[in-house]
């Protein structure tokens, strides 16, 4: 057998065991391909065998201690590496360290002064490079800038700004005085980031004139105004100049000053402030939309040794790598695998400012060909995208380069998996599957890509000195195979501390609900070998005649159907079955909705999981509403689906799609009626 081929084909549908009345969140879909690591690939890697998992398992703080003394640079050694009165953690007790100066300063004092630390593309085409040098700089001009406006350490200061190397500049700045930064991202409404400001209570706002999405300015210090007319904490704005010309910008005289301006006139030389492990480094709000936002609060030395730490080991980064994470800043990916994470690895690290599909839809594969990335880390979402677009527009690119691919934000489907693995990494490249959350700060259930068999759809085992656990409603481990709520057993370094300003909310939301143990919100089953198997939110299911299915798997056997690009199911009240199922398809091109094809899919899905699972309707659709963080928003379609007014869609990439799908469901209804 060679490494990189599939051990074993299996039928999916076939053999699918029947259900257990009543039984939990169920888990049907079988998955029976295996990819071990090539012996090349595992024999330069950082990890390629099991003895970090080892050494983890005999004491976890020991680990995470003698990684944090090794990897990191601290001013002042800790006297305790963990204390852990559940559910409040501090790691590194009495140490102290800076991030900005482990993730600038040691290394503009290195050979890699003269690295590329940040590599950045423009929408327009335009492009940056900064050295470590250039970095340092930078970041330490800003921090003065901060200074000079009054901003002190502990104060805190909003960041809204597009996908621009000063947003990494300005979170260094904040990190190096020990002000918590707080990134809100660029796509957001002005309500949202009203709500943001208000809820941290921010002294400075950081924002630009516009920032380019598809070709068009979108206005953030328009929308920045209208909010900081509502914030009294709000002292001073810095905008930064990216539109120039095309754009009008007011600026509020003695509040509002120009990031230009101001550097100009900054010192060069400002100091990293030793801080406590324990200080305060960001706050970052949840994805949700409804009530207060949920300030996530992270801290220093655990979390930098967290994400530090997970780089290094899951993207197995090199020296010489192009490492590509296209998320956003403005989500906890971009903070711990653009910014903290590569940069602290001393890494290069590519910055994208804008949409995938500008000028065209081969933008993702012409930036790794332009720079010859050579690991990207990407979401399901956008290779479901990239696979109803359709083969050729990776094919026309040089992807040579690439050795590494990654995913995260949302469960990969076995098939777009497999897509990823052949049309992108050409059957060379290992695929890691990272399951975390903006709570965990850093990658918490991943394959190392030297030491980890992967199966397609599986995020396979804990990362070393992790602790998860699949347990059913009473909190008791289920047995292989079954579903059930995924939770973690052990503190990590990069932990949630708290939400900012409300720590009975952070008790009651993921410590309650199973005593001593980190409740996820997510559903998972263990197969035999251990590998977990994600099927997403929990709130996310169908409840079929009493079967609790997982939505996340319905979805994957439409997409394993061929002509099936992307798919949404839902369960809509069915007086009945309590729920029935609703799928949402959409095709790839070259496809055409029909009759057939609608009982067909039908039909496949009974096949692939369980007649309980076969879709009472299936609904062509041309997208499907997304947030701006890359998920699908069932809720929205369990709207439509159930004839209610939609519900907030602020969030959206693009509201008109979930519109125009209301209105041709409602048409189709009534045609059939
Ligand atoms: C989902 C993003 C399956 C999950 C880093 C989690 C995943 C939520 C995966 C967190 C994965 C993320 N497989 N599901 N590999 N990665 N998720 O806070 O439901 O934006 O709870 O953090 O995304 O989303 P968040």
């Known amino acids: 057998m060679t490494p990189e081929q599939p051990r074993a084909t299996s039928n999916p549908g076939a053999g699918a065991p029947t259900l257990p009345e009543g039984a939990l969140v169920q888990s049907l879909l079988k998955e029976g391909r295996t990819f071990p690591p090539a012996s090349a ?21 020991a680990f995470w201690a003698r ?50 630390a940040i590599v950045w593309e423009g929408e327009p085409g335009d492009d940056r490079v900064l050295t470590y040098q250039d970095l340092h700089r930078e970041v330490q001009r800003f921090a003065n800038v901060l200074k000079e406006l009054g901003v002190q350490k502990g104060d805190r200061v909003t960041l809204y700004l597009g996908m621009v190397p000063e947003l990494a500049i300005a979170m260094l700045a904040c990190a190096r005085i020990g002000a918590p930064h707080s990134v809100v991202f ?53 905008v930064l100049r990216r539109a120039g010309d095309a754009l009008h910008c007011e600026m509020a005289p003695g509040r509002d000053h120009w990031w230009h301006d101001l550097m100009e006139r900054a010192s060069a030389v400002c100091p990293a402030e030793p801080l406590d492990s324990e200080h305060p480094l960001y706050i970052l709000y949840t994805s949700g939309t409804t009530g207060k936002p949920k300030g996530v609060l992270h801290t220093t030395g655990g979390y930098l040794i967290g994400v530090h730490l997970s780089t290094k080991w899951v993207f197995d980064l090199k020296d010489e790598d192009y490492f590509w994470c296209t998320a956003d800043i403005g989500w906890v990916t971009g903070h ?75 469960p990969i489907n076995p098939e777009a998996w497999m897509w990823y693995h052949e049309n992108i990494g050409h059957g060379r490249c290992p695929i890691v599957d990272t399951w975390w959350q903006t709570e965990t700060g850093m990658i918490l259930i991943t394959p190392l ?11 396979t085992e804990p990362f070393p000195g992790v602790g998860a656990e699949v347990v059913d409603e009473q909190g008791r481990p289920v047995p292989a195979n079954t579903g059930g709520y995924l939770v973690l057993t052990r503190p990590w370094p990069a932990m949630l501390r708290t939400f900012w300003g409300d720590p009975e909310r952070y008790v009651e939301t993921y410590w309650t609900r199973f005593p001593g143990r980190y409740f996820t919100g997510d559903g998972a089953r ?148």
């Open 41 to 61: 690939f595992r024999e330069r890697s950082w990890v390629g065998d099991r003895t970090p998992y080892e050494d983890a398992e005999r004491d976890y703080a």
């Open 67 to 116: 990684h944090a003394e090794a990897e990191l640079s601290w001013f002042r050694a800790w006297d305790k590496a963990l204390e852990w009165h559940l559910p409040w953690a501090k790691w590194f007790v009495g140490g102290q360290i800076n991030v900005s100066y482990n993730c600038v300063d040691r290394h503009a004092a290195s050979w890699r002064r003269t690295k590329a």
């Open 186 to 238: 660029g796509g957001f409404s002005s309500d949202a980031l009203r709500d943001r400001i208000l809820d941290q209570e921010a002294k400075v706002v950081v924002t630009q004139d516009g920032a380019w999405r598809r070709g068009t300015l979108v206005p953030l210090k328009r929308f920045a105004d209208q909010a900081v007319e509502q914030c009294p904490s709000v002292e001073k704005v810095v």
């Open 336 to 410: 711990s695998y653009i910014v903290y994470g590569p940069l602290s690895n001393g890494g290069t690290s590519v910055m994208y400012e804008g949409a995938p599909d500008w000028p065209d839809k081969d933008r993702f594969w012409a930036i790794v060909e332009k720079y010859g990335i050579s690991v990207i880390y990407t979401s399901p979402t956008l290779l479901r995208s990239c696979m109803k677009w359709g083969t050729q527009y990776p094919a026309r690119r040089d992807l040579s380069s690439l050795r590494l691919l990654g995913t995260v934000g949302e």
């Open 449 to 459: 890509p030297g030491a980890t068999t992967t199966k397609p759809g599986s995020a």
């Open 526 to 673: 263990c197969d035999e070998d251990g590998y977990f198997w994600i099927t997403g939110r929990v709130d996310d299911v169908v409840n079929v005649a009493g079967h609790r299915l997982s939505n996340i798997e319905i979805e994957s056997a439409l997409v394993a159907h061929p002509a099936v690009a992307e798919a949404a199911a839902i369960g809509r009240s069915d007086a009945m079955k309590g729920q029935a199922i609703s799928a949402f398809v959409v095709l790839k091109i070259g496809n055409e909705p029909s009759e057939q094809l609608r009982e067909d899919l039908r039909d496949w899905v009974a096949d692939k999981i369980s007649p309980i699972a076969r879709p009472d309707d299936v609904f062509f659709s041309a997208d499907l509403p997304k947030t701006r963080s890359a998920k699908i928003m069932r809720r929205l379609l369990r709207d439509v689906a159930e004839g209610r007014v939609l519900g907030d869609t602020t969030t959206l990439t693009d509201p008109a799609v979930v519109e125009e799908i209301k209105q041709r469901y409602v048409a189709e209804g009534k045609e059939e009626d």
